[in-house]
């Protein structure tokens, strides 16, 4: 099973600011990884597919890079309804796995 | 206007059985691969099952192998998670969503509490 570990567990910032957030994955995924975001009391909602392709509607302030083991998910500026939790997702191998998420907080 | 929505879900003891659904609209269902994923409360998202647009292609996740069973009737636009021998760490919410390479639609998610 391909684990992701997704750091940091939390990140503490202002709006306006960039937030950078990571997945390792203990082997190589290729490029079969996603993002997802969740607000509480809501479904996940997609955000980047296949490393860095942005999904539908989604703003050109998030964007996607990496490749192997190592990606990151950066939002440029943060926006007051970017607070949420992020997490990665791995299809490369089964079964799927999800990073733990990391919640983006507001400072 | 793709809608995904769950239901199914409650109370029940251990040991017991569950069917969730998934009705689809908006779209055919026998053009996508579904999955399953589950969120116990407070936790993060774990990934529970698979099918193929065709269904006849199934993955489960270890933690339900051979307790759980996906199906799909795309005649009726619906997914089936029947579940069985439930325990309590199987409390969750259940989510379905379409697709494998992206999830690009989800249901508001179906919660299941097995308890005593």
């Known amino acids: 099973e391909i684990v992701l570990t997704q750091s940091p567990a939390t990140l503490s910032l202002s709006p306006g600011e960039r937030a950078t957030l990571s997945c390792r994955a203990s082997?190589?995924?290729?490029?079969?990884l996603a993002w997802y975001q969740q607000k509480p009391g809501q479904a996940p909602r997609l955000l980047i597919y296949?490393?860095?392709n942005r999904a539908t509607g989604i703003p050109a302030r998030f964007s996607g890079s990496g490749s192997g083991t190592d990606f990151t998910l950066t939002i440029s500026s943060l926006e007051p309804e970017d607070f949420a939790v992020y997490y990665c997702?791995?299809?490369?191998?089964?079964?799927?796995?999800f990073g733990g998420g990391t919640k983006v907080e507001i400072k | 206007e793709v809608q995904l929505v769950e239901s199914g879900g409650g109370l029940v003891q251990p040991g017991g059985s569950l069917r969730l659904s998934c009705a689809v609209s908006?779209?055919?269902?026998?053009?996508?691969?579904m999955i399953w994923v589950r969120q116990a409360p407070g936790k993060g998202l774990e990934w529970v099952s698979y099918?193929?647009?065709?269904?006849?292609?199934?993955y489960y996740a270890d933690s339900v192998k051979g307790r759980f069973t996906l199906s799909r009737d795309n005649a009726q636009n619906s997914l089936y998670l029947q579940m069985s021998s439930l325990r309590a760490e199987d409390t969750a919410v259940y989510y379905c969503?379409?697709?494998?390479?992206?999830?690009?639609?989800w249901g508001q998610g179906t919660l299941v509490t097995v308890s005593s």
């Open positions: 969503a379409r697709g494998l390479r992206k999830l690009d639609y």
């Open positions: 908006g779209f055919t269902l026998s053009d996508y691969e």
């Open positions: 099918i193929t647009g065709g269904g006849r292609t199934m």
């Open positions: 082997q190589s995924v290729s490029s079969y």
């Open positions: 296949d490393v860095s």
């Open positions: 997702l791995q299809r490369s191998n089964w079964p799927l796995t």
